[in-house]
């Protein structure tokens, strides 16, 4: 088993930045590709971004793109999102994710490991 922990949500004012970690412990040994997921209020949980174990692969959704920066330290076992020029439609819960899978994907169902997720508000 793996288990997931973030850190780093809080509440920021937009144009503003946040950087969230994820350090993974137990059979770190399996993981392959990492992600960020969120879920906003009423809303489904979507992707955010992907990175693969060596971090030569990296895939972002639309609405990040060009804002967010997925990476990841493997000695330390922990993922990272930062966030910059943040929007009040940045706001929601970021979960992170893990999976034995060699490839980075945008699907739920790619990852079996899932931390509880952090808050992130941003305010206009």
């Known amino acids: 088993q793996v288990q997931l922990v973030e850190s780093g949500g809080g509440l920021e004012q937009a144009g503003g930045s946040l950087r969230l970690s994820c350090l993974a412990s137990?059979?770190?040994?399996?993981?392959?590709?990492r992600a960020w997921f969120r879920q906003a209020p009423g809303k489904e949980r979507e992707f955010v971004s992907a990175?693969?174990?060596?971090?030569?692969?990296?895939s972002y959704a639309d609405s990040v793109k060009g804002r967010f920066t997925i990476s990841r330290d493997n000695a330390k076992n922990t993922q990272y999102l930062q966030m910059n020029n943040l929007k009040p439609e940045d706001t929601a819960v970021y979960y992170c994710?893990?999976?034995?899978?060699?490839?980075?994907?945008?699907?739920?169902?790619?990852?079996?490991?899932w931390g509880q997720g952090t808050q992130v508000t941003v305010s206009s």
């Open positions: 994710a893990a999976g034995e899978i060699t490839y980075t994907s945008d699907r739920q169902r790619s990852y079996e490991y």
């Open positions: 137990g059979r770190t040994f399996s993981i392959g590709a």
């Open positions: 990175i693969n174990w060596s971090g030569s692969s990296r």
